[in-house]
């Protein structure tokens, strides 16, 4: 089991639920203007992919969607800002599927008592690693077949998946160095403290920085942005 956190600093806890508080709020912000604003996504995937990307970065992440994800459109039409975007947002789809891998990974070890080699960190990763692909893939051929189908490298299936499975495995060089460098300094709370959250929230962003150079490179290699259809 994995080692919980006797090293923790116990400010960290009040730190943690400060930013959990801020950014529940500010997904909250990002799905109200979505959705009882109008302010609708050219992609239906991007209307999911911007409040769950606030539930890692916080306010950081609302300030991105007015920003640059907001749709300058009237109300009822939807509008494609992907233009004026920077690159960095082409890694929020891949952040996004891995926060949502740990919202359903994490309890799913802890229920089962699986573990990996005496860990469950292991189980965890593995988990987390392949609901994270699973639905990058997803997002990869369905937000993008059919903007691709008339380009000389149109997404096929076996293009969003090698796509998903390299920017996957970038992320994890992040996250789960991450995560071994919890375990081993005794700084890995119990799942059910605001503290283990606020950590892999962390995690997610130590990923998005480790996959960007990769994700980068595959947004020059297509005709169009990865993030948006």
């Known amino acids: 089991m994995m080692v919980m956190g006797q090293n923790l600093p116990s400010w960290v806890t009040p730190l943690a639920w400060t930013f959990l508080v801020l950014a529940v709020l500010s997904a909250a912000a990002i799905l109200i203007d979505v959705f009882l604003r109008g302010r609708r996504q050219s992609s239906r995937a991007m209307e999911i992919v911007w ?18 994800g907001r749709p ?8 494609d800002t992907s233009a ?36 469950d960190m292991w189980a ?44 996957i495995l970038a992320f994890d060089i ?10 081993l300094g005794s700084l890995m709370p119990p799942i059910t403290e605001a503290s283990f959250v606020f ?12 996959a960007y150079p990769v994700i980068s490179a595959l947004a ?5 942005p990865l993030a948006v259809a």
Do not use: C, K, N
């Not at 300058?72 to 509008?79: L, P, V």
């Not at 990763?125 to 990058?136: C, F, N, P, Y």
């Not at 992040?174 to 375990?183: A, E, I, K, P, S």
């Open 124 to 167: 965890m990763i593995a988990v987390i690693a392949v609901l994270a692909l699973m639905l990058l893939f997803g997002f990869e051929y369905r937000s993008r077949a059919a903007a691709t189908a008339q380009l000389p490298t149109p997404t096929t299936p076996g293009r969003a998946a090698v796509v998903a499975a390299i920017t």
């Open 84 to 119: 004026s975007a920077p690159s960095l947002t082409y890694g929020l789809p891949g952040g996004a599927a891995s926060a949502i891998a740990h919202v359903i990974g994490v309890p799913l070890v802890a229920f089962t008592g699986w573990t990996i080699a005496g860990l």
């Open 199 to 210: 950590l892999m929230q962390i995690g997610v962003v130590i990923g998005l920085a480790t």
């Open 72 to 79: 300058a459109a009237d109300a009822g039409r939807r509008a």
């Open 174 to 183: 992040g996250m789960v160095g991450w995560m071994v460098v919890l375990h």
């Open 220 to 224: 020059r290699r297509s005709a169009s």
């Open 51 to 68: 409040p769950v990307t606030a539930l890692y970065l916080g306010p950081i992440a609302l300030w991105a969607y007015v920003r640059w």
